[in-house]
């Protein structure tokens, strides 16, 4: 029986960009139609929720969790 030796350690190698699409991350990707549309559409829709205040509430168990890490 011919077993499989790859390392399984190693990381699959990463799958190259789609043809005639830049990689993500990279100059150029914002020039992208679909992108363009894609990351106005979403700013549109969330921007207003990203930049809503965090409630006391959520802040105040974010808190109690940190403490109980360092106690």
């Keep these: 029986m011919d077993m499989d030796r790859s390392d399984s350690r190693t990381p699959p190698p990463k799958p190259p960009a789609a043809p005639g699409q830049p990689a993500p991350g990279k100059p150029g990707a914002a020039e992208d139609?679909?992108?363009?549309?894609?990351?106005?559409?979403?700013?549109?829709?969330?921007?207003?929720?990203?930049?809503?205040?965090?409630?006391?509430?959520?802040?105040?168990?974010?808190?109690?969790?940190k403490s109980k890490d360092r106690g």
Aim: glycine fraction near 6%; avoid cysteine.
């Design 33 to 65: 139609p679909f992108g363009l549309w894609l990351q106005r559409g979403l700013h549109q829709l969330y921007d207003s929720v990203a930049n809503e205040p965090i409630p006391a509430e959520l802040l105040r168990l974010i808190e109690d969790d």
